[in-house]
């Protein structure tokens, strides 16, 4: 089972920049594509960013030139660095990790996704 956990998440101020952390256990696979995801109250969770294992991103077009999304293989991390931020940035954000070996397709499917962490909230005032 693999396990995630997110940090970094807090209030900023709209314009603000802040970074997400989500540390992942030994036994994820080092190729498999991870996530990010958000969702604001009973809303439907959407996703934010995604990277595979080669690199390659995707990113929502709400998010696109202002969020950045990288992984450190070796010290099995995801981030989320998220700059110009706005109020409707505003969300419980979720990483996940895809549950395959070897992933060359990112996506922003919150159902490819098997792992999930617990979140982290990132509150953006104006």
């Known amino acids: 089972q693999v396990q995630l956990v997110e940090s970094g998440g807090g209030s900023v101020q709209a314009g603000g920049s802040t970074r997400l952390s989500c540390a992942a256990s030994?036994?994820?696979?080092?190729?498999?594509?991870m996530g990010w995801f958000r969702q604001v109250g009973g809303q439907e969770r959407e996703g934010v960013a995604a990277i595979d294992s080669v690199g390659r991103t995707t990113y929502a077009d709400s998010v696109k030139g202002r969020i950045t999304i990288s992984k450190d293989n070796d010290e099995n991390t995801l981030y989320l660095e998220m700059n110009s931020l706005k109020p409707e940035d505003t969300a419980m954000y979720y990483c996940?990790?895809?549950?395959?070996?070897?992933?060359?397709?990112?996506?922003?499917?919150?159902?490819?996704?098997?792992?999930w962490g617990q979140g982290t909230q990132v509150t953006v005032s104006s």
């Open positions: 996940a990790a895809r549950g395959v070996v070897i992933c060359t397709e990112s996506s922003l499917r919150g159902t490819d996704y098997q792992y």
């Open positions: 030994r036994n994820m696979y080092v190729s498999d594509c």
